[in-house]
């Protein structure tokens, strides 16, 4: 069964930078598009960014668009999401998932998910 496992959420301030890594122990993400998610409290769970299994294809929600960038580096077995520009409004728990198939900010699809890594930005 294949498990996700985020890492490298925190505290930020406002304007600044966080970058999330997926991985995903003992399997390969090689065949997978990756998403990332995220769910801010008392708020339904919404696509942040997609990337296809070759990393050639990335989808941005458009809030995010030039402030967020999804990479993988597959030799590393790890797909990244480097948020700039953070803003309070992007506080939430941040999921990876996996699915095969094309892209989507949709959580169709997506059968394996991490636990999450909280981000919060505040001053």
């Known amino acids: 069964q294949l498990q996700l496992v985020e890492s490298g959420g925190g505290l930020v301030q406002p304007g600044g930078s966080l970058r999330l890594s997926c991985a995903a122990p003992?399997?390969?993400?090689?065949?997978?598009?990756i998403g990332w998610f995220r769910q801010a409290p008392g708020k339904e769970r919404e696509g942040v960014s997609c990337?296809?299994?070759?990393?050639?294809?990335?989808n941005y929600a458009d809030s995010e668009k030039g402030r967020f960038t999804a990479s993988r580096d597959n030799a590393k077995n790890t797909v990244y999401l480097q948020m700039n520009s953070l803003k309070p409004e992007d506080t939430a728990v941040y999921y990876c998932?996996?699915?095969?198939?094309?892209?989507?900010?949709?959580?169709?699809?997506?059968?394996?998910w991490g636990q999450g890594t909280p981000v919060t930005v505040s001053s």
């Open positions: 998932a996996a699915r095969f198939g094309p892209c989507g900010l949709g959580r169709s699809g997506f059968g394996h």
């Open positions: 003992g399997f390969t993400l090689d065949y997978y598009a």
């Open positions: 990337i296809s299994s070759r990393g050639g294809s990335t």
